[in-house]
């Protein structure tokens, strides 16, 4: 029953003197060693340390001095060690490059790809050093439609050259789309008549015909594995020549309007057209 006689129990014991060392932030009072001291008393004996080797260069440093004042060789000056390091451009551009070397690494080891299985535009080099300066005549233009398997296939859109060879299942002899490499049908991409409008010529299409035309150049320009090659010089066309009948009577009567954003390489008719699917 002591608490009877002691209800607040009894006073704390003052810690050890042998438990006890100088405050980081106060010299004239102590503290003790506990665990939460520990970080706070860390950082004071590396702030010792540091003053320690900031004094010992400086008298080095001095030392120095003097043998360069007594005409004495000296060797080249001592960086301060303590000296607080900027990082700067070069540390920063090294960071980068750990970085990257770090995902790369990393990608090859989970994904067995270093570019973690990315297989887009932007993992080739074309994509940053395009040849979309090169002119092509149309007979050029022609000799890029397979027949040569050491050439790649090329197939243009209103003058614009794309190279598709990434597909050549596809466009190479043979493929579903053979019949629009190595030529302009950019006609056919805006009314869907593949075996009668392989040209380049666009009079009379409708502004929903001619949004077509303009939604597969888009395409072709975008999509991650065909690049722009260059652009394709054509003859100009006779204003007094006859416009292309249009494959759909039904449409040609009712102005064949066709919806820019359909796919005008999906139609499936029962005349010659051929009934293809480029996948989007």
């Not at 060690?81 to 690494?105: D, M, N, R, S």
């Not at 820019?260 to 480029?278: A, D, F, L, Q």
Request: net charge negative; charged share 25%.
């Amino acid at each position: 029953m002591s608490w009877i006689w002691n209800p607040d129990g009894d006073a704390p014991k003052p810690p050890a003197e042998d438990n006890m060392v100088q405050d980081p932030s106060d010299p004239t009072r102590k503290v003790s060693k506990k665990a939460a001291n520990q970080p706070f008393l860390a950082h004071r004996q590396y702030k010792e340390k540091q003053e320690q080797e900031h004094q010992a260069w400086l008298k080095r440093n001095s030392e120095r001095e003097e043998k360069l004042a007594r005409g004495e060789e000296v060797g080249p000056a001592e960086e301060d060690p303590t000296a607080e390091q900027e990082v700067g451009f070069l540390g920063l551009l090294k960071f980068i490059v750990y970085l990257i070397l770090i995902i790369v690494v990393g990608g090859k080891f989970f994904t067995g790809s270093f570019l973690w299985e990315y297989d887009g535009k932007w993992a080739r080099l074309k994509t940053y050093w395009p040849n979309s300066g090169r002119l092509f005549s149309e007979t050029y233009l022609a000799t890029f439609d397979g027949r040569d398997p050491t050439k790649p296939l090329y197939l243009a859109i209103d003058g614009d050259v794309f190279d598709v060879s990434s597909n050549r299942r596809t466009y190479g002899p043979g493929g579903p789309y053979h019949h629009m490499v190595g030529i302009d049908a950019a006609r056919s991409f805006g009314t869907g008549c593949f075996a009668t409008h392989r040209t380049h010529d666009l009079r009379g299409l409708t502004d929903n015909e001619l949004r077509g035309v303009e939604h597969w150049k888009k395409f072709f320009a975008e999509h991650k594995t065909y690049f722009k090659a260059g652009k394709v010089l054509h003859h100009p066309i006779d204003p007094t020549s006859p416009i292309p009948e249009h494959c759909d009577a039904t449409k040609e009567q009712k102005g064949h309007p066709t919806t820019g954003n359909s796919n005008p390489m999906s139609h499936s008719k029962g005349n010659s057209e051929s009934p293809i699917r480029e996948e989007l």
